[in-house]
């Protein structure tokens, strides 16, 4: 069984390239699998700096314009190869036995979707943002290794280090484009309604290398928060307790001073920033840093429901509950 790795990436020419040497050696015959680059509008010689690559597996990079995550993936999978789609990001060392784990995993023939590991790469710096990725993303991670558990959610289905049959994507006619964020929780939903079966694969392991900072942290979140309002307009049956538990299951109390908080951020933010700072400052001490986590989660969760209130969503929650 051939496999196509595909790597979407956006000026990140270093990272991508780190990415690479650890595909390059990976312990799959190089005769099996192939890698396809997306270069997505990228502005820093990404290209020109991988063209003169010449791996032992067959390798190619193409550019397009700027269309994001989902226009970048859509591109890999129509141009790969082989009947087997691999898809990680631009900023992933992959262990040696990531892309043997996957085509193992779909040696039965059955509709799955695939998903590996993912942790924290530990030359990442450390930060309160880092340390958020490492007690929510890394957290979610080991529990699933500890547990032993193949079973996934759609809402934990992450194409950043998953794989798929290309005739199941075909038929699920790719990724939203229109979605710049949360594409992989839309693709998720529509694979999972036609019976396709999430498989959580451990042994597939990609160290994240983490460099974004508190603030990127928040655009992220009201960017979120956008996408959120998206789907749940195109999927209102598909909302449940899942990533936006915290929503329902707060006390009524908790609900109410976030809501006021969401109305007033950057009054908000006048408290919670100091908090995230002395975090960053006393890193090493574990109590302060655990505030600037807590401060920064707040703040995230904060500026996503600011956002989602100005859109139009005064609520979302179970199923066939959503308001608009």
């Given at each position: 069984m051939g496999i196509s790795v595909i790597v979407p990436t956006f000026n990140r020419r270093e990272l991508v390239r780190r990415t690479l040497d650890t595909l390059f050696a990976q312990s799959l015959p190089p005769s099996r699998f192939e890698i396809i680059v997306v270069v997505d509008g990228s502005t820093d010689g990404t290209a020109e700096a991988l063209s003169s690559?010449?791996?032992?597996?067959?390798?190619r990079v193409i550019e397009q314009e700027n269309r994001g995550l989902a226009g970048a993936r859509n591109t890999g999978f129509r141009a790969a190869e082989t009947n087997l789609l691999l898809f990680l990001d631009d900023d992933m060392l992959c262990d040696s036995g990531l892309v043997a784990a996957h085509v193992a995993a779909h040696r039965a023939g059955v509709r799955i979707a695939a998903f590996g590991a993912i942790f924290l790469s530990p030359?990442?710096?450390?930060?309160?943002?880092?340390?958020?990725?490492?007690?929510?993303?890394?957290?979610f991670h080991l529990d699933h290794k500890a547990l032993a558990d193949a079973?996934?959610?759609?809402?934990e289905a992450v194409f950043s280090n998953s794989s798929i049959p290309r005739a199941l994507l075909a038929e699920a006619g790719?990724?939203?484009?229109?979605?710049?964020?949360?594409e992989d929780l839309e693709l998720a939903v529509r694979l999972f309604r036609s019976g396709v079966q999430a498989r959580y694969i451990p042994d597939a392991v990609a160290?994240?290398?983490?460099?974004k900072s508190s603030a990127d942290l928040i655009r992220d979140s009201e960017a979120f928060a956008v996408a959120d309002t998206m789907f749940a307009r195109k999927h209102p049956e598909a909302l449940d307790s899942?990533?936006?538990s915290w929503l329902t299951q707060d006390p009524p109390w908790k609900k109410i001073l976030r809501r006021i908080a969401a109305l007033f951020p950057v009054a908000a933010d006048c408290i919670l920033i100091p908090v995230c700072k002395l975090g960053e400052v006393f890193f090493r001490v574990s109590r302060i840093r655990s505030l600037g986590v807590r401060a920064l989660q707040m703040r995230r969760r904060i500026h996503w429901l600011h956002v989602?209130?100005?859109?139009?969503?005064?609520?979302l929650t179970m199923p066939g509950k959503s308001s608009h």
């Open positions: 690559l010449r791996p032992a597996c067959r390798f030359d990442s710096r450390p930060s309160v943002a880092a340390e958020c990725f490492n007690r929510e993303i890394g957290a079973s996934l959610h759609e809402d790719g990724f939203d484009e229109s979605f710049r964020m949360r160290h994240q290398y983490y460099d899942g990533y936006l989602a209130l100005k859109l139009g969503i005064s609520r």
